[in-house]
């Protein structure tokens, strides 16, 4: 098992910035590629960023490229995602999530779920 909490939403003006933390406890974290979704109101969820157990290999989704950069630190069992110049359409909850690369990349398998931190950008 692995238990995951995210922090650091909040609300920002449009092209501001904001780092949102994801610290997991259980099983060893290392082990575990993780990634970061969001999901705006009525809408489905989206996938956002990966990075590799070792954090050498990243991905990301086509409408936060360039903006947002995934990080991990694995001595204190924490992903990280700076969202820079946010954009209105930013405004979700954000849930990160601790799978293989392939999984959270392709949003295949169940993988294990944090309770999500929202984000509100406004204007």
């Known amino acids: 098992q692995v238990q995951l909490a995210e922090s650091g939403g909040g609300m920002v003006q449009a092209g501001g910035s904001l780092r949102l933390s994801c610290a997991a406890s259980g099983r060893t974290f290392s082990s575990y590629a993780m990634g970061w979704f969001r999901q705006a109101p009525e809408k489905e969820r989206e996938f956002v960023a990966a990075?590799?157990?070792?954090?050498?290999?990243?991905y990301y989704g086509d409408s936060v490229k360039g903006r947002f950069t995934i990080s991990r630190d694995n001595a204190k069992n924490t992903v990280y995602l700076q969202m820079n110049s946010l954009k209105l359409e930013d405004t979700a909850v954000y849930y990160c999530?601790?799978?293989?690369?392939?999984?959270?990349?392709?949003?295949?398998?169940?993988?294990?779920w944090g309770q999500g931190t929202q984000v509100t950008v406004s204007s």
């Open positions: 999530r601790a799978d293989a690369l392939r999984a959270i990349v392709r949003g295949t398998g169940l993988g294990y």
């Open positions: 990075i590799s157990w070792s954090g050498d290999v990243t």
